[in-house]
């Protein structure tokens, strides 16, 4: 009997050594220790055995039982690491290989103008606000010294909602806004870039465009601050050479109001057709704030003075990139838009 366990003991290390795969081990396992295995038969037929017999031959099959798991173990620990390893050198990646490219968005015009404006105004110490699109008839227009019946109301064909609110028309409702919201009447110091709307459609006016509008109240403001700021803003954005003029002009929230030309930045002021042979090109409105205007709005016009600006991102971004309809600002044309890549930002 002794003898027949040795046997098995080195049969079953013997196969449990070559086994090569988890699966030629585990029938190792179930040949020589399951249920119906031979090892397990040694056991179920020790009733034959004397009863000095039993406990040796018993003890021996237990010691013979517990070195071939050991070994199984043993084996199964190589064959798991080696199954590993074999998998992770099959899924091996090269990281040294060029990756698929990812196509980016690019920065529209207009934001890029946007963004362009707001750091040459904040870096002269101006706040960037905000305020609603959908706007009041008052700070649309009653506040900023337009009242109902106002002709230059008709200068703006409006979006009305109802007879109190509008999608508004200029960025200028910011300026009320600002002023009411200062409950200090602290001075003031602002641009808000923002969507603006009137009833029009063309080659050079879209129903929705984009404004700049500009405060400044503090106490002895003048016109030569607005010259000097203008001046600063459009030789940043548009060319150190750039000349200004200003044109005497009518705006209800400003006075004196100008409309203030640059010097035609493609043919330096000999006439092309960009400039349609002036040599001058509009970019925007401008004037004294109102006293009416500040005084409406909170602010004594005894004690302060002040100069506002609006002028047109769209128009801005049709110069500077020399887009001729400005409806492809809206209608997110990949062609259009992909000539704006983020290589040249
Ligand atoms: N809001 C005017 C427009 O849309 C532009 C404008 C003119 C703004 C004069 C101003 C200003 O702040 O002072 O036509």
Request: net charge negative; hydrophobic share 35%; with cysteine.
């Amino acid at each position: 009997m002794k003898e027949q366990i040795a046997q098995i003991k080195e049969n079953a290390i013997n196969e449990i050594t070559e086994a090569k795969t988890l699966q030629e081990l585990n029938d190792v396992r179930v040949k020589y220790l399951g249920k119906k295995g031979e090892l397990t038969a040694v056991l179920r037929g020790m009733g034959a055995l004397s009863a000095e017999e039993r406990p040796i031959i018993g003890s021996l099959v237990n010691e013979v039982r517990d070195s071939l798991e050991s070994e199984i173990q043993k084996n199964e620990s190589d064959l798991k690491e080696k199954a590993l390893n074999e998998k992770l050198e099959k899924e091996r990646i090269d990281i040294s290989l060029p990756s698929t490219k990812m196509k980016r968005g690019s920065k529209h015009p207009i934001n890029r103008v946007i963004e362009e404006i707001e750091d040459i105004f904040v870096s002269m110490g101006y706040d960037v606000v905000d305020g609603p699109e959908l706007e009041t008839d008052e700070y649309c227009f009653e506040r900023l010294n337009l009242p109902k019946g106002h002709p230059a109301r008709d200068m703006q064909d409006s979006f009305y909602v109802d007879p109190e609110h509008l999608l508004r028309t200029q960025t200028s409702a910011v300026q009320a806004r600002v002023m009411m919201a200062n409950e200090e009447k602290t001075p003031i110091r602002v641009i808000c870039p923002g969507k603006t709307y009137r009833r029009d459609d063309d080659a050079t006016h879209s129903h929705q465009f984009g404004q700049v509008e500009g405060l400044v109240i503090d106490e002895n403001v003048s016109l030569a601050d607005l010259k000097g700021t203008l001046e600063i803003f459009v030789r940043k954005m548009l060319g150190e050479n750039s000349k200004l003029r200003f044109r005497p002009s009518y705006f209800p929230f400003t006075e004196p109001s100008y409309e203030v030309d640059v010097s035609c930045f493609k043919c330096n002021g000999k006439g092309c057709n960009l400039c349609k042979q002036t040599g001058w090109i509009e970019i925007l409105g401008s004037g004294m704030v109102h006293p009416n205007v500040l005084e409406m709005n909170g602010y004594d016009p005894k004690k302060y003075t002040g100069f506002a600006f609006g002028t047109g991102l769209d128009r801005l971004a049709m110069f500077k990139y020399g887009i001729t309809d400005i409806r492809y600002f809206y209608t997110n044309d990949v062609r259009f838009l992909n000539q704006f890549d983020r290589k040249d930002v």
